[in-house]
């Protein structure tokens, strides 16, 4: 038998992102309308995983991918009673020396960078502009660490916007520190393939594929190993 291989190129801007892109959308739409699945609440969580080999083009990817995740959003927000009450959100998870890894090094980033003192290595900056709108997000301003719910909150600087702090909307849709990412599952994550070797030793990986079975109304998920949170408080967030 003779063997053949086709090759099936497609030039820069071929619109090779933007078809995965719709895929992706389609997959996170299509499990909010579908309820519960063998048991699990398909309401929420993660549906879409990307992997990339270099973390320069899985920030870049990112960022591109944000404004479709801002797009589902603004949807949902429109029609809570179609999409549900859990926001549509993109996760970054990529090695610590691009993102922090916990809500402790996202803290002290946003505090460094909003003393004038030099921001090096892990950031929670990972978005220059609002995927948006197109304004500035500026780091010494824009970029929150929430201490009540341990919730690093990047928003846009344009108070017109949606996903600004002047609107009550919850900031943009992006989650970008590990720790957060395990007690609250992002819709789609952009990670690189050094991550997944965590999978075996560190038991909060284990949330974002649905083995869960403990929950914090302040924190979000609670896990095995985690030590902040034991799922009780006698105050309310504030």
């Known amino acids: 038998l003779e063997a053949y291989a086709d090759l099936l190129w497609f030039p820069t801007g071929g619109g090779k992102t933007e078809a995965y892109l719709g895929v992706a959308a389609f997959t996170m739409a299509i499990r909010r309308l579908q309820g519960n699945l063998g048991g699990m609440d398909s309401g929420r969580g993660l549906s879409v995983i990307m992997r990339y080999t270099l973390r320069l083009l899985t920030v870049q990817q990112f960022q591109r991918a944000s404004t479709l995740l801002c797009a589902m959003e603004a949807q949902r927000q429109k029609h809570p009673e179609v999409w549900g009450a859990e926001p549509f959100t993109l996760g970054l998870w990529v090695g610590g020396q691009t993102s922090p890894n916990t809500f402790e090094d996202s803290k002290r980033s946003v505090m460094d960078a909003r003393n004038g003192r030099n921001v090096g290595g892990s950031?929670?900056?990972?978005?220059?502009?609002?995927?948006?709108?197109?304004?500035?997000?500026?780091?010494?301003?824009?970029?929150?660490?929430?201490?009540?719910?341990?919730?690093?909150?990047?928003?846009?600087?344009?108070?017109?916007?949606?996903?600004?702090?002047?609107?009550?909307?919850?900031?943009?849709?992006?989650?970008?520190?590990?720790?957060?990412?395990?007690?609250?599952?992002?819709?789609?994550?952009?990670?690189?393939?050094?991550?997944?070797?965590?999978?075996?030793?560190?038991?909060?990986?284990?949330?974002?594929?649905?083995?869960?079975?403990?929950?914090?109304?302040?924190?979000?998920?609670?896990?095995?190993?985690?030590?902040?949170?034991?799922?009780?408080?006698?105050?309310?967030?504030?």
């Open 123 to 238: 950031s929670p900056a990972q978005l220059a502009t609002c995927p948006w709108c197109g304004a500035e997000i500026d780091p010494k301003r824009d970029i929150e660490a929430h201490e009540d719910t341990r919730q690093t909150v990047l928003y846009c600087s344009d108070h017109h916007c949606m996903f600004s702090a002047a609107k009550d909307c919850g900031g943009l849709p992006v989650k970008v520190v590990d720790e957060e990412m395990y007690h609250r599952p992002p819709s789609m994550m952009i990670a690189t393939a050094d991550k997944f070797a965590q999978m075996a030793w560190r038991g909060g990986v284990r949330t974002l594929f649905g083995y869960a079975d403990k929950e914090c109304p302040r924190h979000g998920i609670v896990f095995p190993d985690d030590e902040k949170c034991n799922g009780n408080h006698t105050k309310p967030a504030t």
